[in-house]
């Protein structure tokens, strides 16, 4: 993440370039309209030495760098301290802070805010009010018509001082609080396309293993057949050592067939679909809730899971975004219980949830208020492992957990339990049920032919 914050605070060169020639070209035609369009008496010369340096400043940053070429914050910062420095020159040319132009000593500022960190930022706007004080007790006249003269008075000059060091402060703060927002959001949001994206890789290896329980299910079958036929013909006259090596022969095809059979049998049914992946991609309801409990199970948390509800069970696509949104919820309930969790699952023709509830300390405040943005933790110091090693989270895992999950169509809440002998947090995901079942593979009962049941006499074991 430091590497992906560090990355995004860097502009490109090309950006302070192009700005820079647009605040020559206003300079320009600023000096050239007063003095030739207006007729006031300005120190043209020195004006335009003052804009020239930064011309061939952008010029020998063109053919130096490359266009795409990104500053860091020291060589940004630089630069704008530059830019200040030559708008202090041509307004000490031009009256100072009485030259109404004094007031675009704020846009320096205004890009730090938004693209470098705060101290160079705080660095650059203390540059500009400092450079502005100067500019309030040392300057040249300011230009007016060649029959007269004009000073404003020393309080007018206080006045936009003031303005100037309130405008600075103010615009800075603000434009570096969005800008930090905006930062945090989009490394946040890239935190949770990595994540995605594993979670895909990973259900696609799970397809690969189906396919290759289909591709050797044919060539060990014949291994079992060539073994038995061995064994049949050899085997009573067979060697010891011969008769050991059959053996261990048919006792490893066994075991590869038992591999693929827990292969082809992940849920429950086979893969009477028909397709060769259905049952990698269609899981019903409880064995959804199974497959979240199952591996807090293997690390001794108790946790109470249940599933009922109204009418036939739903079933739904496998989500690998949903399952580890709602593991990830999972693991935060088991951490923060003080004995237990429990997991329910409920359903009815309309609607599909999932309720998860520990008895721990519950949601803070803060979480409550600011669920679903990054960078909240849910986690403090002192929750963190005994011994003081665990460091604190960054806050994204309840980010990126409800980003996942609403992506499929939920809806999450969090709350805390209500009353005076109960406590813990609660999270509930729910679902419209056809939003839920979207995508899943229908799952067909047998039908049996004939329009009467068999007689009692006729019904023999299978």
Known sequence: MSGLDGRARQLRLDTFVRLRWLAITGQSAAVVGAQFGLGL??????????????????????????????????????????????????????????????????????????????????????LAIGLATLLALVHRPLPWFADGRI????????????????GTAFTGVYAWRVAEE????????????????????????????????????????????????????????????????????????????SILGKLTSLDGDGDGDGDGGGFLTTVTFSHLVEELVAPQRALGVVIDASCRGEGPEPSCRRNPGVMFGLGNILDNAADFAETRVSIEGHWNHERVWIEIRDDGPG??????????????????AEQSQPGGTATVGL????????????????????????????????????????????????????????????????????
């Open 395 to 462: 806050g994204l895992g309840l980010f990126i957990a409800k980003t996942l999950i609403e992506r499929s169509g939920a809806q999450i809440t969090l709350s805390n339990a209500l009353g005076q002998e109960q406590h813990g947090a609660i999270v509930r995901v729910s679902w419209a049920r056809h939003i839920f079942e979207r995508g899943a593979v229908p799952r067909h009962s047998p039908e049996i032919s004939g329009s009467t049941p068999l007689p009692s006499r006729d019904i023999v074991p299978i």
């Open 182 to 257: 905006a930062r945090l959001l989009a490394q946040a949001l890239a935190a949770t396309e990595l994540v995605l994206a594993r979670e895909q890789h990973l259900s696609q290896l799970d397809g690969l293993a189906a396919a290759a329980a289909h591709e050797l299910g044919t060539p060990l079958g014949t291994i079992m057949v060539v073994s038995k036929e061995l064994i049949r013909q050899i085997g009573p006259d067979a060697s010891p050592a011969v008769a050991e090596d059959l053996a261990l022969l048919r006792e490893q095809v066994d075991r590869c067939r």
């Open 363 to 380: 949601f803070s405040a803060e979480v409550l208020l600011r669920a679903g943005e990054p960078y909240v933790t849910t986690r403090s």
């Open 41 to 126: 008496n300005l120190p043209f010369g020195w004006c335009f030495l003052v804009i020239a340096a930064s011309s061939w400043l952008n010029l020998a940053l063109r053919i130096r760098f490359p266009a795409s070429y990104r500053l860091n914050a020291d060589s940004a910062a630089l630069l704008l301290a530059f830019d200040i420095v030559q708008l202090a020159a041509l307004l000490f040319l031009t009256g100072g802070l009485q030259n109404p132009f004094s007031l675009l000593f704020l846009a320096p500022v205004l890009i730090s805010a938004t693209a470098l960190p705060p101290e160079r930022t705080l660095a650059l706007g203390l």
């Open 151 to 166: 000073e404003l008075p020393f309080l007018y000059v206080s006045g936009v001082w003031t303005a100037i060091l309130l």
